[in-house]
């Protein structure tokens, strides 16, 4: 299984407003929300970054969840978290046989 990096992608997504009328002043200071991402690259695309922010392991396949695929436009930094903890979260745990999971790190 390949290396896959723990990282912190900040990005920037859309604000949308609810309210049915604005003052144009409020309009023109609008602006896009910063976010900030935290998981596995698991993709690190031309064109998107794919983060899964939570992951698992059963029969032998691996499980991801909360994917985002981010595209490079809105992509303000993509850090590496380095850690004392970072490597067991680099590596998927593998489950035993009465169900509880371990780490080979």
């Given amino acids: 299984m390949k290396e896959i ?48 922010s939570s992951w698992g392991k059963e029969a032998d396949e691996s499980f991801l969840g909360n994917i985002n695929c981010i595209p490079r436009g809105v992509i303000k930094s993509i850090r590496e978290i380095s850690t004392p903890f970072a490597p067991c979260f680099a590596e998927v745990p593998k489950k035993r046989d009465d169900g509880s999971y371990y780490s080979d790190k």
């Fill in 5 to 52: 990096k723990l990282v912190l992608v900040e990005w920037l997504d859309i604000l949308s407003c609810d309210e049915a009328w604005m003052d144009l002043e409020e309009v023109e200071e609008l602006e896009p929300l910063p976010v900030f991402t935290i998981g596995k690259m698991i993709s690190d695309g031309k064109d998107v970054v794919i983060v899964a």
